[in-house]
Every structure is written in structure tokens, then in C-alpha cells.
């Protein structure tokens, strides 16, 4: 079951609660004010015989109830029926009454006409016998009466009983009406209220159908650059495709990086293939050479184990290199502790000079500066880029020391060729190497090397360089507390 068929049910469902809660109410309400009116009624039209037959009594002086007389034959009869015949005119047509004496028997009186059955209980009788008022409700060919039977009272003594009685015919015809109506109306509304529920609950999730329908075309198409396109207002929905589309974007970086990363792994097996395939290509010559009969003279064999140390330490070397990178990626910690930078720059220019005595190789800048590094890491990182600006490059080599913002920075500059815009972007990874440098021994790793060095100590080295004018590392550590 779909949420919006769920949501839909459930509001439908409160909705018919509501009503029929509202219903049962109503006509509660309605069938008791109804009942209270045929009550009123009857108790007003029997207050006016129950005072009259009491009057009647006093003014004849008779010693017994006018409905007793008025059955007598003679005078005192005559006179007791006209008494008591503007007291049953005044009744309502609607109207039915009866006179019983005190056990309840029915006086048969001509005025009052033909005698209507009506019920008493013997509950009933004995309430009335008690002097206290009396109602029920019975039934007969045509539907329910409600017979209202009060007592008469003459000297604080009951003499008789009046029962005034009603139909209630019309009253049910109309309660039925009503509840019919109440009921086809709260199945109406609720049909309705579902209807319009239902487009409403549709408008409303749309943005979470499209999410579905854009998470299933990544996982198609794999295409993380498709967004969830959402111009209502920053409720829940809209914060749920923001997220999403927030989300996306992560994916869609963390997807690249994946790639480019097996992209550059994939690069970096081809190069480390490329580059051990050439010394270990001329080992083997040479220890060929070396197995050759005759043997070879001797000044060639010196030759070829010259290659052969050589070649030797070029492995080394990569090995190294390598194992560094390794160690960079592992996440090996290096330990860090304050340095007194100007001394470390300075002792690696003395290096320098010595590798290159025709460069001029200046050291300037802020002294008295601490960092937080690790001190042989930060030496090799400096002696990379030294290393690259004496072998890249022509001139004069600056070496410049700074602070900035609670930052040190070293400026390694020179005058060598420069580099393109495009390998500026690419100058950090493993293997690259400029094209003007494929001469130049090397394997490419070592700015590889001086960036991952630099960040294992929370620093960042940078390049700025043009074609023709010279290059710029600079390597950014931050400071030592005092």
C-alpha cells in the first residue's frame, strides 16, 4: 500500500469518525429536545384539568371527584358533564386523555368520548398513588405514544388520575429522516473529502516521486550529476530534496575521486611497470654480457658493472621513493614538534650549495620563526624542491622565509622554464613530469613526495609559475605555539 493511499485512508478515516461522532450527536441531541417538548406540552395541557376539576370540586362541594359524579344519572351528573366539558375542550385535537380512579380503572365519560387505550404499569400506579407525576412510552397500531399521567389531588389526598397522551409518530418519521440524511450526508462528504484528499496527497508527495524516480535513474544510468528539481516552498519536502540533492553532489565528488583514483592507480602500475622495466631490462644485458665465452675484455666488463651499480642504485632509489608514498598513504603519523625554521633553511641551502657549487643559492627572510613539523621530513621536502629547481632550472635559486596570519611559509623560486597552466594542475601527481624534463634524470615522485611530507604535517605546498619567467613552491606550516 502506497503512502498516499495510507495517508489518504487515514484522514477519510478521522473525517467519518468526526461525522459519525457529530451524527450520534445531533440526533441525540435532537430525538431528547423533541421528547422535552411532547413533555412540556403534555404537562401544560394537564395543568389546566388537573386546577379545573380541583375548583369544580370545591365550588359543587361535593364529597367525591366531578368524574365520579358526572357518570350519576340525574341532576347532579348533568350538572357534574357540563363542569367538566370546557375543561376537555380545552385540550389539543392531537391530544388523547383519560381519567382513572385511584386503582387505575378508566371512568367512561361521554364528553370525553370514546376511551383510548393507554398503558399504566403497576410501577406507574404506585408512583401516582404516591402523589408524584408519571411517563412512559407505549406502542400501538400506528407507532409509539408518550402518556404523560399525573394525579389529582383535592385536600393533599389522591382521588384520581389524568393521563394526557400524544403520538409520537411524526416526531420518529422525523428522527429517521434526520438520521438518513445524517448518514447518506457523512458517506457523501467522506467520498468527497477521499477524492479530494487523494489529489491533494498526490500534489503534495510529488517531489518525493520525482526523488524516486532520479534515484532510479542513477542507479541506471550512474550518472550522479542529475538533481531533483523542486520550486515549492522550504517545508519538509523541499528540505528533503535539498538534502537529497546535496547528497547527490557528495556522491558525485566521492564518485569522481574513486575514479580518478583508480585512474591514477591504474597510471601509477603502468609507470612503475615503465620505470623498472628499463633498469632491470639493462641488468639483464649486462649480466649477459658479463655470461658471454668468450668473456669480453676487461675494460668492457668494468663498463658493464659500472651500468650495473648504477642501475643498482636506481632502484634503490625508486624503492625508496615508493615506500614513502606507501607509508604517505597508509596514514603513517609522523611525530611533530616545534623547529626553529630559519636554522633548518639555512643548513638546507649549505646542502644545496655543495650538490650545485656554480648555482648562487640565496636564503632570506623572517627570523626567530617556530613551526610544528618533523624535522627530517621538512628537510627532505625542501631538498625535493631544491633538487628540482638545480636540475630544472637556469640562475639564480631564492629561498625565501615568511609569516603570514599565524602561518610560516618557505618560497622556493627560480629562473628555469616555467610551467603551463595544465601541468600546474597535474605537477603533484606520481609520475608526471614536465615535458621539457623527460631528459632529466628522475622518476617523478618526488613532488609527489614533498605534498604528501607536507600535509602529514598539517601543511600545504603550492606552485605559481609562467612559461619563460621561472617557478614558485611554497610550502605553508603552521606556526608553534609559544
Known amino acids: ?47 389546566p384539568m388537573i386546577n379545573g376539576l380541583a375548583h369544580a370540586q370545591r365550588d359543587f362541594g361535593w364529597p367525591m371527584p366531578v368524574p365520579w359524579i358526572a357518570q350519576r344519572e340525574g341532576p347532579e351528573g348533568e350538572q357534574a358533564r357540563e363542569a367538566l366539558q370546557p375543561l376537555v375542550r380545552e385540550r389539543r385535537p392531537r391530544d388523547m386523555v383519560r381519567i382513572l380512579d385511584v386503582e387505575g380503572n378508566v371512568l367512561n365519560l361521554p364528553m370525553i368520548g370514546e376511551t383510548v387505550e393507554l398503558t399504566l404499569s403497576e410501577e406507574g400506579l404506585t408512583h401516582l398513588k404516591n402523589g408524584e407525576t408519571w411517563e412512559e412510552i407505549s406502542h400501538d397500531e400506528e407507532g409509539r405514544l408518550f402518556i404523560y399521567s399525573q394525579p389529582l389531588m383535592i385536600d393533599n389526598e389522591v382521588t384520581g388520575i ?33 477524492g479530494i484528499g487523494w489529489t491533494l496527497s498526490g500534489i503534495t508527495l510529488r517531489p518525493i516521486h520525482r526523488i524516486t524516480q532520479t534515484a532510479r535513474e542513477i542507479g541506471e544510468s550512474r550518472d550522479f550529476s542529475s538533481r531533483v528539481r523542486h520550486s515549492g516552498p522550504n517545508d519538509e519536502l523541499g528540505r528533503l530534496a535539498t538534502t537529497f540533492n546535496a ?197 617523478g615522485l618526488g613532488l609527489s613526495i614533498a605534498r604528501a611530507l607536507s600535509e602529514a604535517q598539517q601543511g600545504a605546498i603550492a606552485v605559481e609559475s609562467d612559461l619563460g619567467k621561472g617557478s614558485a613552491f611554497t610550502i605553508t606550516l603552521p606556526q608553534a605555539p609559544p
Do not use: W
Open 1 to 47: 500500500m502506497s503512502i498516499r493511499l495510507r495517508l489518504t485512508l487515514l484522514y477519510s478515516i478521522i473525517l467519518a469518525l468526526t461525522l459519525m461522532i457529530f451524527s450520534i450527536a445531533l440526533y441525540a441531541a435532537q430525538a431528547q429536545y423533541t421528547l422535552n417538548l411532547v413533555r412540556n406540552d403534555l404537562e401544560k395541557a394537564a395543568e
Open 162 to 194: 389524568v393521563q394526557f397522551a400524544r403520538s409520537l409518530a411524526d416526531r420518529d418519521r422525523s428522527l429517521r429522516s434526520l438520521g438518513v440524511t445524517l448518514l447518506a450526508g457523512s458517506a457523501l462528504i467522506t467520498l468527497i473529502a477521499f
Open 247 to 443: 547528497m547527490l553532489e557528495r556522491l558525485q565528488d566521492a564518485y569522481q575521486q574513486v575514479a580518478h583514483a583508480l585512474q591514477v592507480q591504474r597510471d601509477f602500475v603502468a609507470d612503475v611497470s615503465h620505470e623498472l622495466r628499463t633498469p632491470l631490462t639493462t641488468i639483464r644485458g649486462n649480466l649477459a654480457l658479463l655470461q658471454r665465452q668468450p668473456p669480453i675484455p676487461q675494460t668492457e666488463q668494468d663498463d658493464v658493472l659500472a651500468d650495473l651499480i648504477s642501475e643498482s642504485e636506481r632502484l634503490s632509489r625508486l624503492v625508496t621513493d615508493l615506500l614513502t608514498l606507501a607509508h604517505a598513504d597508509a596514514g603513517r603519523k609522523l611525530e611533530l614538534g616545534p623547529v626553529a625554521l630559519t636554522p633548518l633553511v639555512d643548513d638546507v641551502c649549505r646542502q644545496a650549495r655543495l650538490l650545485a657549487p656554480e648555482r648562487d643559492i640565496t636564503c632570506t627572510g623572517e627570523d626567530n620563526l617556530t613551526v610544528r613539523v618533523n624535522e627530517d621530513a621538512l628537510k627532505q621536502v625542501l631538498l625535493i624542491l631544491l633538487d628540482n629547481a638545480i636540475k630544472h632550472g637556469k640562475g639564480a635559486i631564492h629561498v625565501i622565509v615568511e609569516e603570514h596570519d599565524r602561518q610560516a611559509s618557505v618560497r622556493v623560486q627560480d629562473a628555469g622554464p616555467g610551467l603551463s597552466p595544465e601541468m600546474q594542475q597535474r605537477i603533484f601527481d606520481r609520475f608526471q613530469r614536465g615535458d621539457v624534463s623527460r631528459s632529466t634524470p628522475g622518476f
